[in-house]
Protein backbone atom coordinates (compact mmCIF):
# COMPACT_ATOMS: atom_id res chain seq x y z
CA UNK A 1 0.00 0.00 0.00
CA UNK A 2 1.27 3.35 -0.73
CA UNK A 3 -0.06 6.27 1.13
CA UNK A 4 -0.91 10.09 0.38
CA UNK A 5 -0.21 13.96 1.40
CA UNK A 6 -2.70 16.36 0.18
CA UNK A 7 -6.61 16.53 0.52
CA UNK A 8 -8.39 15.04 2.98
CA UNK A 9 -10.42 11.66 1.59
CA UNK A 10 -12.04 8.80 3.27
CA UNK A 11 -11.31 4.72 2.33
CA UNK A 12 -14.01 2.72 4.56
CA UNK A 13 -15.23 -1.02 2.51
CA UNK A 14 -16.77 -3.71 2.87
CA UNK A 15 -15.78 -6.44 0.61
CA UNK A 16 -16.79 -10.52 0.42
CA UNK A 17 -13.91 -12.55 1.03
CA UNK A 18 -14.87 -16.16 0.37
CA UNK A 19 -13.33 -18.97 2.09
CA UNK A 20 -12.04 -16.67 4.63
CA UNK A 21 -13.81 -14.93 7.80
CA UNK A 22 -11.03 -12.08 8.72
CA UNK A 23 -9.11 -12.02 5.87
CA UNK A 24 -5.83 -12.01 4.92
CA UNK A 25 -4.37 -8.61 3.39
CA UNK A 26 -1.25 -7.62 0.91
CA UNK A 27 -0.28 -3.89 1.04
CA UNK A 28 1.28 -2.63 -2.19
CA UNK A 29 2.86 0.32 -3.64
CA UNK A 30 2.72 1.41 -7.05
CA UNK A 31 2.13 -1.92 -8.41
CA UNK A 32 5.18 -3.52 -6.02
CA UNK A 33 3.71 -6.59 -3.89
CA UNK A 34 5.22 -6.31 -0.78
CA UNK A 35 4.03 -5.87 2.45
CA UNK A 36 5.99 -3.20 3.20
CA UNK A 37 5.46 0.75 1.75
CA UNK A 38 7.92 0.30 -1.06
CA UNK A 39 9.80 3.81 -1.73
CA UNK A 40 9.04 4.78 -5.39
CA UNK A 41 8.29 7.72 -5.88
CA UNK A 42 5.45 9.19 -8.42
CA UNK A 43 5.16 12.48 -8.13
CA UNK A 44 2.70 13.00 -11.18
CA UNK A 45 -0.55 14.91 -9.89
CA UNK A 46 -3.91 13.71 -10.54
CA UNK A 47 -4.85 16.64 -12.96
CA UNK A 48 -1.02 18.30 -14.02
CA UNK A 49 -3.31 20.90 -15.99
CA UNK A 50 -5.41 21.85 -12.81
CA UNK A 51 -3.62 25.20 -11.46
CA UNK A 52 -3.98 23.76 -7.39
CA UNK A 53 -2.09 20.95 -8.81
CA UNK A 54 0.70 21.07 -11.37
CA UNK A 55 3.45 18.80 -11.83
CA UNK A 56 7.07 19.67 -9.84
CA UNK A 57 10.30 18.62 -9.95
CA UNK A 58 10.84 15.58 -7.35
CA UNK A 59 11.91 15.61 -4.16
CA UNK A 60 14.90 13.41 -4.39
CA UNK A 61 18.19 15.85 -3.39
CA UNK A 62 21.29 14.78 -5.92
CA UNK A 63 24.62 14.63 -4.86
CA UNK A 64 26.12 18.10 -5.49
CA UNK A 65 29.45 20.26 -5.06
CA UNK A 66 29.31 21.40 -1.87
CA UNK A 67 30.77 24.54 0.42
CA UNK A 68 31.73 25.37 3.92
CA UNK A 69 29.96 28.66 4.27
CA UNK A 70 26.76 30.35 3.07
CA UNK A 71 25.73 30.70 -0.06
CA UNK A 72 23.40 33.76 -1.09
CA UNK A 73 22.61 33.95 -4.25
CA UNK A 74 22.75 31.56 -7.44
CA UNK A 75 22.19 32.26 -11.39
CA UNK A 76 22.14 29.21 -14.30
CA UNK A 77 23.51 29.78 -17.26
CA UNK A 78 23.35 26.53 -19.57
CA UNK A 79 24.49 23.64 -17.68
CA UNK A 80 26.09 25.65 -15.02
CA UNK A 81 25.34 27.36 -11.46
CA UNK A 82 27.19 30.06 -10.26
CA UNK A 83 27.36 30.76 -6.54
CA UNK A 84 27.82 33.54 -5.01
CA UNK A 85 27.96 33.76 -1.20
CA UNK A 86 30.38 33.72 1.87
CA UNK A 87 32.95 30.59 1.76
CA UNK A 88 36.50 29.16 1.08
CA UNK A 89 36.03 25.95 0.07
CA UNK A 90 34.32 23.44 -1.99
CA UNK A 91 34.37 20.11 -1.95
CA UNK A 92 32.57 17.05 -4.07
CA UNK A 93 29.59 15.38 -2.71
CA UNK A 94 30.14 12.94 0.09
CA UNK A 95 32.79 14.29 1.21
CA UNK A 96 33.12 15.15 5.10
CA UNK A 97 33.71 19.05 6.16
CA UNK A 98 37.13 19.69 5.95
CA UNK A 99 38.55 16.84 3.52
CA UNK A 100 38.96 16.91 -0.43
CA UNK A 101 38.64 20.76 -0.37
CA UNK A 102 39.54 23.29 -3.15
CA UNK A 103 39.90 26.75 -2.53
CA UNK A 104 37.05 28.86 -3.80
CA UNK A 105 36.87 32.41 -2.29
CA UNK A 106 33.01 33.18 -2.17
CA UNK A 107 32.22 32.52 -5.54
CA UNK A 108 32.37 29.15 -7.90
CA UNK A 109 30.31 27.50 -10.40
CA UNK A 110 29.22 23.74 -10.76
CA UNK A 111 28.06 21.17 -13.49
CA UNK A 112 23.84 21.25 -13.25
CA UNK A 113 23.87 17.88 -14.72
CA UNK A 114 26.43 16.14 -12.31
CA UNK A 115 26.30 18.31 -10.23
CA UNK A 116 30.56 18.44 -10.32
CA UNK A 117 32.29 21.60 -9.28
CA UNK A 118 33.87 23.76 -12.61
CA UNK A 119 37.51 23.17 -12.00
CA UNK A 120 38.13 26.45 -14.77
CA UNK A 121 36.00 28.92 -13.06
CA UNK A 122 37.71 30.15 -9.75
CA UNK A 123 37.68 33.86 -8.74
CA UNK A 124 39.65 35.64 -5.87
CA UNK A 125 36.88 37.51 -4.60
CA UNK A 126 37.93 39.19 -1.30
CA UNK A 127 34.56 39.86 0.44
CA UNK A 128 30.90 38.24 0.44
CA UNK A 129 28.59 38.31 -2.87
CA UNK A 130 25.29 38.82 -2.36
CA UNK A 131 23.72 38.67 -5.81
CA UNK A 132 24.51 36.61 -8.78
CA UNK A 133 22.83 37.03 -12.31
CA UNK A 134 22.78 36.68 -15.97
CA UNK A 135 22.11 39.32 -18.91
CA UNK A 136 19.03 37.93 -21.04
CA UNK A 137 21.91 36.92 -23.79
CA UNK A 138 23.82 34.94 -21.29
CA UNK A 139 26.94 36.39 -22.30
CA UNK A 140 27.47 38.11 -18.90
CA UNK A 141 27.35 36.81 -15.39
CA UNK A 142 27.20 40.00 -13.00
CA UNK A 143 28.04 40.24 -9.08
CA UNK A 144 26.67 41.87 -6.41
CA UNK A 145 28.35 42.29 -2.90
CA UNK A 146 30.60 43.76 -0.19
CA UNK A 147 33.91 42.87 -2.15
CA UNK A 148 36.32 45.70 -3.00
CA UNK A 149 38.51 42.97 -5.41
CA UNK A 150 38.44 40.66 -7.89
CA UNK A 151 41.34 38.97 -8.86
CA UNK A 152 43.50 41.45 -7.29
CA UNK A 153 42.14 44.32 -9.48
CA UNK A 154 39.78 46.86 -7.76
CA UNK A 155 36.13 46.33 -7.92
CA UNK A 156 33.84 47.92 -5.35
CA UNK A 157 31.07 46.15 -4.40
CA UNK A 158 29.49 45.21 -8.42
CA UNK A 159 32.00 43.08 -11.15
CA UNK A 160 30.72 41.37 -14.72
CA UNK A 161 32.54 38.21 -16.48
CA UNK A 162 32.40 36.98 -19.49
CA UNK A 163 29.89 33.58 -19.50
CA UNK A 164 32.07 31.95 -22.35
CA UNK A 165 35.49 32.19 -20.69
CA UNK A 166 35.19 32.89 -17.23
CA UNK A 167 37.03 36.10 -17.63
CA UNK A 168 36.68 39.51 -15.80
CA UNK A 169 35.58 41.97 -18.17
CA UNK A 170 38.03 44.86 -17.85
CA UNK A 171 36.07 47.46 -18.20
CA UNK A 172 33.00 47.26 -15.76
CA UNK A 173 34.26 48.78 -12.66
CA UNK A 174 31.92 51.34 -11.14
CA UNK A 175 32.95 52.38 -7.97
CA UNK A 176 29.64 52.01 -5.46
CA UNK A 177 31.00 53.02 -2.14
CA UNK A 178 28.57 50.26 -0.15
CA UNK A 179 26.96 47.09 -0.02
CA UNK A 180 25.00 45.51 -3.53
CA UNK A 181 22.74 43.47 -2.64
CA UNK A 182 20.75 43.00 -5.85
CA UNK A 183 21.34 42.83 -9.42
CA UNK A 184 19.71 42.75 -12.58
CA UNK A 185 20.67 43.53 -16.32
CA UNK A 186 19.48 44.00 -19.93
CA UNK A 187 22.10 42.94 -22.44
CA UNK A 188 22.58 46.77 -22.52
CA UNK A 189 21.88 48.49 -18.70
CA UNK A 190 23.11 46.92 -15.49
CA UNK A 191 20.88 48.02 -12.37
CA UNK A 192 21.62 47.85 -8.90
CA UNK A 193 20.25 47.92 -5.61
CA UNK A 194 21.73 47.56 -2.20
CA UNK A 195 22.88 49.61 0.82
CA UNK A 196 25.04 51.93 -0.77
CA UNK A 197 24.27 56.33 -1.00
CA UNK A 198 26.99 57.08 -3.87
CA UNK A 199 28.32 55.44 -7.11
CA UNK A 200 31.85 57.85 -6.84
CA UNK A 201 31.09 61.47 -6.46
CA UNK A 202 27.42 61.30 -7.28
CA UNK A 203 25.12 60.43 -5.00
CA UNK A 204 22.45 57.97 -5.11
CA UNK A 205 19.90 56.32 -2.75
CA UNK A 206 19.98 52.64 -2.75
CA UNK A 207 19.67 52.74 -6.54
CA UNK A 208 22.09 52.91 -9.70
CA UNK A 209 22.31 51.65 -12.85
CA UNK A 210 25.37 51.12 -15.43
CA UNK A 211 26.07 50.92 -18.93
CA UNK A 212 26.95 47.63 -19.55
CA UNK A 213 29.86 48.04 -22.23
CA UNK A 214 31.76 50.53 -20.15
CA UNK A 215 30.65 50.81 -16.35
CA UNK A 216 29.82 54.02 -16.73
CA UNK A 217 26.74 55.27 -14.24
CA UNK A 218 23.52 56.67 -15.80
CA UNK A 219 21.09 59.03 -15.07
CA UNK A 220 18.38 56.51 -13.77
CA UNK A 221 18.23 57.30 -10.36
CA UNK A 222 15.03 56.74 -8.32
CA UNK A 223 15.56 57.60 -4.59
CA UNK A 224 14.50 55.14 -2.22
CA UNK A 225 15.00 56.27 1.70
CA UNK A 226 14.57 54.73 5.20
CA UNK A 227 16.27 51.92 4.34
CA UNK A 228 18.10 49.64 1.70
CA UNK A 229 17.18 48.28 -1.78
CA UNK A 230 17.45 44.05 -0.93
CA UNK A 231 15.31 42.99 -4.37
CA UNK A 232 15.21 43.63 -8.26
CA UNK A 233 13.15 42.49 -10.99
CA UNK A 234 12.86 43.53 -14.43
CA UNK A 235 9.41 43.59 -16.40
CA UNK A 236 9.49 40.82 -19.73
CA UNK A 237 9.58 44.03 -21.83
CA UNK A 238 12.78 45.39 -19.83
CA UNK A 239 10.72 49.06 -19.56
CA UNK A 240 9.62 48.86 -15.74
CA UNK A 241 11.98 47.88 -12.43
CA UNK A 242 10.48 46.16 -9.67
CA UNK A 243 11.73 47.28 -6.44
CA UNK A 244 11.96 45.40 -3.27
CA UNK A 245 13.51 45.91 0.17
CA UNK A 246 13.38 47.99 4.11
CA UNK A 247 13.13 51.73 2.53
CA UNK A 248 10.14 53.53 3.66
CA UNK A 249 9.54 55.93 0.65
CA UNK A 250 10.67 55.74 -2.80
CA UNK A 251 10.72 58.92 -5.11
CA UNK A 252 9.16 60.48 -2.00
CA UNK A 253 6.29 57.91 -1.68
CA UNK A 254 5.33 55.71 0.95
CA UNK A 255 2.60 54.10 -1.12
CA UNK A 256 3.68 52.22 -3.18
CA UNK A 257 7.07 52.81 -1.62
CA UNK A 258 7.08 51.37 1.72
CA UNK A 259 8.65 48.41 1.16
CA UNK A 260 7.65 47.71 -2.27
CA UNK A 261 7.43 49.56 -5.77
CA UNK A 262 7.49 49.91 -9.62
CA UNK A 263 9.61 52.64 -11.50
CA UNK A 264 10.22 53.09 -15.16
CA UNK A 265 13.83 51.39 -16.23
CA UNK A 266 14.76 54.56 -18.16
CA UNK A 267 13.69 57.40 -16.34
CA UNK A 268 13.08 56.01 -12.88
CA UNK A 269 10.23 57.57 -12.41
CA UNK A 270 7.06 55.85 -10.35
CA UNK A 271 4.60 53.58 -11.43
CA UNK A 272 1.03 52.09 -9.89
CA UNK A 273 2.03 49.09 -7.61
CA UNK A 274 -1.88 48.28 -6.39
CA UNK A 275 -0.27 45.57 -3.96
CA UNK A 276 1.71 47.72 -1.91
CA UNK A 277 -1.94 49.06 -0.44
CA UNK A 278 -1.99 46.21 1.07
CA UNK A 279 1.40 44.38 1.45
CA UNK A 280 3.46 46.45 3.78
CA UNK A 281 6.53 45.99 4.99
CA UNK A 282 9.71 48.11 5.41
CA UNK A 283 11.68 50.08 8.27
CA UNK A 284 13.90 48.35 10.58
CA UNK A 285 11.83 45.18 10.86
CA UNK A 286 10.23 43.93 8.04
CA UNK A 287 10.92 43.88 4.05
CA UNK A 288 10.61 42.88 0.85
CA UNK A 289 13.49 39.86 0.34
CA UNK A 290 13.35 38.87 -3.06
CA UNK A 291 11.92 39.07 -6.71
CA UNK A 292 11.31 37.37 -9.52
CA UNK A 293 9.61 38.01 -13.14
CA UNK A 294 8.05 35.47 -15.68
CA UNK A 295 5.70 36.89 -18.54
CA UNK A 296 2.78 37.81 -16.39
CA UNK A 297 3.78 38.17 -13.22
CA UNK A 298 6.10 39.95 -10.30
CA UNK A 299 6.66 37.33 -7.57
CA UNK A 300 8.19 38.78 -4.26
CA UNK A 301 8.54 37.34 -0.72
CA UNK A 302 8.62 38.90 2.90
CA UNK A 303 10.11 38.64 6.39
CA UNK A 304 8.81 40.65 9.41
CA UNK A 305 9.99 40.29 13.04
CA UNK A 306 8.01 41.49 16.05
CA UNK A 307 4.59 43.30 16.03
CA UNK A 308 6.40 46.54 14.05
CA UNK A 309 7.09 47.93 10.84
CA UNK A 310 5.03 45.29 8.72
CA UNK A 311 2.44 43.30 8.25
CA UNK A 312 3.46 40.01 5.58
CA UNK A 313 5.55 36.99 5.54
CA UNK A 314 5.09 35.01 2.60
CA UNK A 315 5.02 35.17 -0.93
CA UNK A 316 2.87 36.89 -3.21
CA UNK A 317 2.74 37.54 -7.17
CA UNK A 318 1.64 40.92 -8.79
CA UNK A 319 0.78 41.95 -12.22
CA UNK A 320 3.11 44.06 -14.49
CA UNK A 321 0.34 45.94 -15.58
CA UNK A 322 -0.04 47.98 -12.22
CA UNK A 323 1.12 45.98 -9.30
CA UNK A 324 -2.31 44.60 -9.06
CA UNK A 325 -2.51 41.63 -6.44
CA UNK A 326 -2.77 38.11 -8.36
CA UNK A 327 -2.76 36.25 -4.97
CA UNK A 328 -0.92 36.70 -1.63
CA UNK A 329 0.22 33.49 0.40
CA UNK A 330 -0.39 34.68 3.97
CA UNK A 331 1.94 31.58 4.85
CA UNK A 332 4.12 32.47 8.05
CA UNK A 333 7.77 32.72 8.30
CA UNK A 334 10.56 34.78 6.67
CA UNK A 335 10.74 34.12 2.55
CA UNK A 336 13.97 34.75 1.15
CA UNK A 337 13.98 33.37 -2.61
CA UNK A 338 11.53 32.21 -5.13
CA UNK A 339 11.82 31.03 -8.32
CA UNK A 340 9.20 30.19 -10.53
CA UNK A 341 9.33 26.86 -13.05
CA UNK A 342 6.48 25.24 -15.29
CA UNK A 343 3.37 26.66 -13.08
CA UNK A 344 5.15 26.27 -9.38
CA UNK A 345 7.30 28.66 -7.34
CA UNK A 346 9.73 27.08 -5.20
CA UNK A 347 10.45 28.96 -2.32
CA UNK A 348 13.47 29.35 0.34
CA UNK A 349 12.62 30.19 3.82
CA UNK A 350 11.37 28.81 6.71
CA UNK A 351 7.47 28.60 6.62
CA UNK A 352 5.41 27.78 9.92
CA UNK A 353 2.03 28.20 9.48
CA UNK A 354 0.39 28.29 6.15
CA UNK A 355 -3.18 27.58 7.75
CA UNK A 356 -4.60 30.83 6.16
CA UNK A 357 -4.23 29.01 2.46
CA UNK A 358 -5.62 25.40 3.51
CA UNK A 359 -2.04 24.46 4.77
CA UNK A 360 -0.06 23.06 7.40
CA UNK A 361 -0.63 23.96 10.70
CA UNK A 362 1.17 25.76 13.02
CA UNK A 363 2.69 22.99 16.22
CA UNK A 364 2.98 23.82 19.36
CA UNK A 365 5.13 24.23 22.01
CA UNK A 366 7.79 23.77 18.93
CA UNK A 367 7.04 24.48 15.79
CA UNK A 368 7.76 22.56 12.86
CA UNK A 369 9.88 24.35 10.00
CA UNK A 370 9.92 23.97 6.23
CA UNK A 371 12.81 25.21 4.32
CA UNK A 372 11.87 24.72 0.61
CA UNK A 373 8.08 24.35 -0.06
CA UNK A 374 6.00 25.41 -3.39
CA UNK A 375 2.74 26.51 -4.58
CA UNK A 376 0.57 27.22 -7.75
CA UNK A 377 1.06 30.09 -9.60
CA UNK A 378 -2.61 31.01 -9.96
CA UNK A 379 -4.76 31.78 -7.66
CA UNK A 380 -7.56 28.84 -6.49
CA UNK A 381 -9.25 30.43 -3.46
CA UNK A 382 -8.72 32.91 -0.62
CA UNK A 383 -6.95 33.49 2.49
CA UNK A 384 -8.53 33.29 5.95
CA UNK A 385 -7.86 35.19 9.02
CA UNK A 386 -4.99 34.32 10.70
CA UNK A 387 -5.52 33.49 14.04
CA UNK A 388 -1.67 34.38 15.58
CA UNK A 389 -1.73 38.27 15.49
CA UNK A 390 -0.23 38.56 12.51
CA UNK A 391 -1.65 41.02 9.18
CA UNK A 392 -4.77 39.97 8.28
CA UNK A 393 -5.50 38.95 4.20
CA UNK A 394 -8.48 37.57 4.73
CA UNK A 395 -10.88 37.90 0.93
CA UNK A 396 -7.39 38.00 -0.80
CA UNK A 397 -6.11 35.39 -2.95
CA UNK A 398 -4.06 32.84 -2.89
CA UNK A 399 -2.33 30.24 -4.84
CA UNK A 400 -2.29 26.58 -3.64
CA UNK A 401 0.41 24.88 -1.57
CA UNK A 402 1.99 22.20 -3.15
CA UNK A 403 2.77 18.49 -2.29
CA UNK A 404 6.80 19.03 -2.22
CA UNK A 405 8.45 19.37 0.78
CA UNK A 406 12.14 18.16 0.45
CA UNK A 407 13.63 17.89 4.46
CA UNK A 408 16.05 20.34 4.52
CA UNK A 409 17.97 21.65 8.05
CA UNK A 410 19.15 24.93 9.81
CA UNK A 411 22.57 24.95 9.61
CA UNK A 412 24.92 27.56 11.83
CA UNK A 413 27.04 29.52 9.74
CA UNK A 414 25.84 32.75 9.85
CA UNK A 415 24.23 32.77 13.45
CA UNK A 416 20.45 33.26 11.98
CA UNK A 417 19.70 29.24 12.32
CA UNK A 418 18.41 29.08 8.98
CA UNK A 419 19.33 26.46 5.89
CA UNK A 420 18.44 27.47 2.79
CA UNK A 421 18.84 31.29 1.55
CA UNK A 422 18.54 31.00 -2.49
CA UNK A 423 16.58 29.05 -4.54
CA UNK A 424 17.11 29.25 -8.95
CA UNK A 425 16.99 26.68 -11.54
CA UNK A 426 16.26 25.56 -15.21
CA UNK A 427 13.76 23.07 -16.78
CA UNK A 428 15.45 20.37 -15.81
CA UNK A 429 16.43 20.73 -12.15
CA UNK A 430 15.54 22.97 -8.92
CA UNK A 431 19.03 24.39 -6.84
CA UNK A 432 18.77 25.35 -3.10
CA UNK A 433 21.36 27.24 -2.07
CA UNK A 434 22.37 28.45 1.56
CA UNK A 435 24.12 27.59 5.29
CA UNK A 436 21.88 23.92 5.57
CA UNK A 437 24.22 20.88 6.33
CA UNK A 438 21.42 18.20 5.67
CA UNK A 439 19.15 17.35 2.96
CA UNK A 440 16.44 14.67 3.20
CA UNK A 441 18.69 13.58 6.45
CA UNK A 442 21.75 13.12 4.52
CA UNK A 443 24.85 14.92 5.13
CA UNK A 444 24.67 18.06 1.97
CA UNK A 445 26.33 21.15 2.71
CA UNK A 446 25.25 24.44 1.20
CA UNK A 447 24.03 23.34 -2.16
CA UNK A 448 21.28 20.76 -3.63
CA UNK A 449 19.82 19.75 -6.90
CA UNK A 450 16.23 18.50 -6.83
CA UNK A 451 15.48 17.35 -10.69
CA UNK A 452 12.66 16.82 -12.70
CA UNK A 453 10.63 13.15 -12.98
CA UNK A 454 12.69 12.34 -15.78
CA UNK A 455 16.22 12.51 -14.57
CA UNK A 456 14.85 11.24 -10.97
CA UNK A 457 16.20 8.33 -9.18
CA UNK A 458 12.72 8.22 -8.03
CA UNK A 459 13.56 7.64 -4.02
CA UNK A 460 10.76 9.36 -2.13
CA UNK A 461 8.35 6.85 -1.47
CA UNK A 462 5.84 7.02 1.46
CA UNK A 463 7.02 7.65 4.59
CA UNK A 464 4.59 7.45 7.40
CA UNK A 465 5.00 3.83 8.39
CA UNK A 466 7.96 1.70 8.97
CA UNK A 467 8.78 -2.04 7.77
CA UNK A 468 4.42 -2.68 8.24
CA UNK A 469 1.52 -1.12 7.34
CA UNK A 470 -1.10 -0.99 10.24
CA UNK A 471 -4.62 -1.87 8.93
CA UNK A 472 -8.06 -2.77 10.87
CA UNK A 473 -9.63 -6.01 9.91
CA UNK A 474 -13.36 -6.58 11.56
CA UNK A 475 -15.70 -8.74 10.82
CA UNK A 476 -19.73 -8.45 11.77
CA UNK A 477 -20.79 -11.38 10.22
CA UNK A 478 -19.90 -14.56 8.32
CA UNK A 479 -17.38 -14.62 5.14
CA UNK A 480 -17.55 -10.61 5.03
CA UNK A 481 -14.80 -8.58 6.72
CA UNK A 482 -14.11 -4.33 6.76
CA UNK A 483 -10.63 -2.59 6.09
CA UNK A 484 -9.54 0.37 6.98
CA UNK A 485 -6.63 2.00 6.94
CA UNK A 486 -4.91 5.30 7.62
CA UNK A 487 -3.50 7.10 4.75
CA UNK A 488 0.04 7.61 3.86
CA UNK A 489 2.42 10.81 3.60
CA UNK A 490 4.94 11.36 0.79
CA UNK A 491 7.30 14.36 0.60
CA UNK A 492 6.73 14.92 -3.52
CA UNK A 493 3.43 13.23 -4.32
CA UNK A 494 -0.19 14.16 -3.32
CA UNK A 495 -2.04 11.39 -4.36
CA UNK A 496 -1.15 7.77 -3.22
CA UNK A 497 -2.02 4.48 -4.56
CA UNK A 498 -3.77 1.60 -2.29
CA UNK A 499 -4.57 -2.00 -3.12
CA UNK A 500 -5.68 -5.00 -0.73
CA UNK A 501 -5.35 -8.74 -1.62
CA UNK A 502 -6.67 -11.68 -0.08
CA UNK A 503 -3.56 -13.56 0.47
CA UNK A 504 -0.16 -12.47 1.46
CA UNK A 505 1.80 -15.25 0.48
CA UNK A 506 0.62 -15.71 -2.91
CA UNK A 507 -0.30 -11.86 -4.08
CA UNK A 508 -3.18 -13.21 -5.43
CA UNK A 509 -7.39 -12.45 -5.07
CA UNK A 510 -7.03 -8.24 -5.63
CA UNK A 511 -10.16 -7.30 -3.88
CA UNK A 512 -9.81 -3.59 -3.95
CA UNK A 513 -7.83 -0.47 -4.92
CA UNK A 514 -7.95 2.83 -5.09
CA UNK A 515 -6.38 6.24 -5.36
CA UNK A 516 -6.59 8.82 -2.62
CA UNK A 517 -4.80 12.06 -1.54
CA UNK A 518 -4.78 13.36 2.54
CA UNK A 519 -2.90 15.78 4.22
CA UNK A 520 0.27 14.69 5.94
CA UNK A 521 -0.92 17.57 8.55
CA UNK A 522 -4.66 15.90 8.45
CA UNK A 523 -4.39 12.02 7.69
CA UNK A 524 -7.67 10.23 7.21
CA UNK A 525 -9.24 6.57 7.97
Known sequence: MKGSNGSTQRR?????????????????????????????????????????????????????????????????????????????????????PGTNQVARSNLMAYDIDTGILVDSFAPTVNGQVRSVTVSPDQSRIYIGGSFTSVNGQTRNRIAAFDAATGALVAGFAPPVNYDVLSVVATNSTVYAGGDFQSVGTH????????????????????????????????????TKVAVGGQFTTLNGSANPGYGLGMVDAVTGASLPMAINSVVRDGGDAAGITTLSSDGVNVYGGAYRFGGSGGNFEGSFAASWNGGTASWINDCHGDTYSVYHRSGALYVAGHSHYCGTIDGFPQTTPNWTIYRGIAFGTQATGLDMRDPYGYGNFAGQPHSSLLTWFPLINAGTYTGQNQGPWSVAGNANYVVYGGEFTKVNNKAQQGLVRFPAPARSPKSQGPTLFGTTYPLNVSSTEAGKVRVNWRTNQDIDNGYLSYKVYRDVQSNAGLVYQTSARADFWAPYT
Do not use: C, E, H
Open 12 to 96: VMWRRLLGATTGVLLVVAGGTTSMQPAARADWAPQDATDPATPATVTADALPTAQIDGVVWSQAVVGNRVYVGGSFANARPAGAA
Open 203 to 238: DRGYLAAFNASNGALLDWAPQAAGGKVSALALSPDA
